[in-house]
């Protein structure tokens, strides 16, 4: 049986949770906005790296994140 492969969606730089887009069970399609990461006083937009349905958020607004942080898993 063929195991689904989850797609993680990391911060590329630590920053600050501004806005999500998303709700877990939305379906994106690939290159969709699904949050706002501050950075450096500037808004950077996260996207879907591949279309499919968002499984969990991790974090919330407000919330501190680390490089690399799992912010969003979407199942393709």
């Known amino acids: 049986k063929s195991q689904t492969k989850l797609e993680l969606v990391g911060a590329p730089m630590p ?11 939305a379906k994106v399609k690939e ?3 699904i949050l706002i990461l ?7 937009t996260i996207t879907a790296p591949v279309a499919g349905t968002v499984v969990a958020v991790n ?3 407000g919330s ?6 799992v912010l969003a898993v979407i199942k393709p």
């Open 64 to 69: 501190s994140v680390a490089r690399d942080d």
């Open 31 to 33: 290159g969709e906005a």
């Open 38 to 44: 501050e950075a450096m006083k500037m808004q950077n």
């Open 59 to 61: 974090f919330g607004p």
């Open 15 to 25: 920053g600050k949770i501004v806005d999500i887009l998303v709700d877990t069970g």
